[in-house]
C-alpha cells in the first residue's frame, strides 16, 4: 500500500488550500483514511478522516467547520479542503490508511507528508 499527499504549500491567514491523499495497493473499499498534521515541537495529532465505504466523516474539534473531507470518484483519491486557514494550522499534514472505518493514532499506512505553511 502507498498513500501520496500533495497540495501543501504557503498561504496567507484567512486562505485556502486543498491536499489530496492518493492511495494504491488497497484491493477493497473497507478501509478509513485519515489525516493527521504534526507542528514543529508538537505532538502529531488527527485532523479527519474518512471512511470509503459509506463516506462517514470525522473532524477534529478545531478544524470543524473550516476543513473538509472528501472522497474522491475514483475511491482511492482523498481531498481535505481547507479554508479560512490560520497560523496555527502550519503543520507537515500525513495521509494515513487503515483497514475498517475508522481513524487512530497507530494507523497501518502512512503516506509522505506535505507541508502546510499559513503566514503573511
Known amino acids: 500500500v502507498q498513500l501520496q499527499a500533495s497540495g501543501g504549500g504557503l498561504v496567507q491567514p484567512g486562505g485556502s488550500l486543498r491536499l489530496s491523499c492518493a492511495a494504491s495497493?488497497?484491493?477493497?473499499?473497507?478501509?478509513?483514511i485519515g489525516w493527521f498534521r504534526q507542528a514543529p515541537g508538537e505532538k502529531r495529532e488527527g485532523v479527519s478522516c474518512i471512511s470509503i465505504s459509506d463516506e462517514k466523516t470525522y473532524y477534529a474539534y478545531g478544524v470543524k467547520g473550516r476543513f473538509t473531507i472528501s472522497r474522491g470518484n475514483a475511491k482511492n483519491t482523498v481531498f481535505l479542503q481547507m479554508i479560512n486557514l490560520k497560523p496555527e494550522d502550519t503543520a507537515v499534514y500525513y495521509c494515513?490508511?487503515?483497514?475498517?472505518?475508522?481513524?487512530?493514532?497507530?494507523?497501518?499506512?502512512w503516506g509522505k507528508g506535505t507541508l502546510v505553511t499559513v503566514s503573511s
Open positions: 494515513a490508511a487503515e483497514w475498517g472505518s475508522t481513524c487512530h493514532d497507530n494507523m497501518d499506512y
Open positions: 495497493g488497497l484491493s477493497s473499499d473497507h478501509y478509513a
